[in-house]
């Protein structure tokens, strides 16, 4: 569900600028380092868009000692339970001038200061692809993610070493789990009761 989630993200924002007056189809998801380190002109692809990058992965401790079994048809099923996940992305605004990067930046805050939940009975999105059509149920939210000076200059240095303007956002929560069974119990289908009589 991290692909799903961020390809959701992606067209939600994209729509969002396009209703600003923006442009169209401005957001792409890829890794901006890929522009900034990319002396040739085989990145014009970027040019001009805002750029939804994946900087890193928390795993959500909280939620880690879950269950591990779910009853299925009266039988209990047994799986590792789910990895569940942060993920800090990066909104990075190269367009064709500063003002309209600050402009598409300033969009893409007021757009998540008025919907920072997401879910799948408030969010629609395109099921154009196999994968985004397979998207039953899904939930997170988004928070603006302020580092500081010091790390910041790290990300960019990290990035290539170019600064661009740009919004950096942590998701919570995003779940990722295997179909896989590691074992299926019993059912259970009578309890046997015998005392013992403890004399003194």
């Given at each position: 569900?991290?692909?799903?989630?961020?390809?959701?993200?992606?067209?939600?924002?994209?729509?969002?600028?396009?209703?600003m007056g923006l442009g169209?189809?401005?957001?792409?998801?890829?890794?901006?380092?890929?522009?900034?380190?990319?002396?040739?002109?085989?990145?014009?692809?970027?040019?001009?868009?805002?750029?939804?990058?994946?900087?890193?992965?928390?795993?959500?401790?909280?939620?880690?000692?879950?269950?591990?079994?779910?009853?299925?048809?009266?039988?209990?099923?047994?799986r590792n339970a789910p990895?569940?996940?942060?993920?800090?992305?990066?909104?990075?605004?190269?367009?064709?001038?500063?003002?309209?990067?600050?402009?598409?930046?300033?969009?893409?805050?007021?757009?998540?200061?008025?919907?920072?939940?997401?879910?799948?009975?408030?969010?629609?999105?395109?099921?154009?692809?196999?994968?985004?059509?397979?998207?039953?149920?899904?939930?997170?939210?988004?928070?603006?993610?302020?580092?500081?000076?010091?790390?910041?200059?790290?990300?960019?240095?990290?990035?290539?070493?170019?600064?661009?303007?740009?919004?950096?956002?942590?998701?919570?929560?995003?779940?990722?789990q295997r179909e896989h069974?590691?074992?299926?119990?019993?059912?259970?289908?009578?309890?046997?009761?015998?005392?013992?009589?403890?004399?003194?």
């Open positions: 569900m991290l692909y799903e989630s961020l390809e959701i993200l992606r067209e939600q924002v994209a729509n969002y600028l396009e209703e169209s189809n401005i957001v792409v998801l890829d890794s901006i380092a890929h522009f900034i380190d990319n002396t040739n002109r085989d990145n014009e692809p970027l040019d001009n868009k805002v750029i939804l990058s994946l900087l890193n992965l928390q795993e959500e401790t909280a939620l880690k000692n879950q269950r591990n079994y779910t009853i299925e048809a009266g039988k209990p099923v047994y990895v569940n996940l942060n993920a800090y992305i990066l909104f990075t605004c190269n367009r064709s001038d500063y003002a309209f990067s600050l402009r598409s930046l300033a969009s893409i805050i007021s757009f998540f200061q008025g919907k920072n939940s997401f879910n799948h009975k408030n969010t629609l999105f395109s099921r154009n692809t196999q994968v985004m059509q397979s998207v039953t149920e899904f939930q997170f939210t988004t928070e603006l993610f302020t580092p500081s000076f010091e790390e910041l200059n790290y990300i960019w240095s990290m990035l290539g070493g170019k600064a661009y303007p740009a919004a950096m956002y942590k998701l919570n929560i995003i779940k990722l069974i590691q074992d299926e119990g019993a059912l259970l289908t009578q309890v046997q009761t015998q005392y013992n009589q403890i004399t003194s």
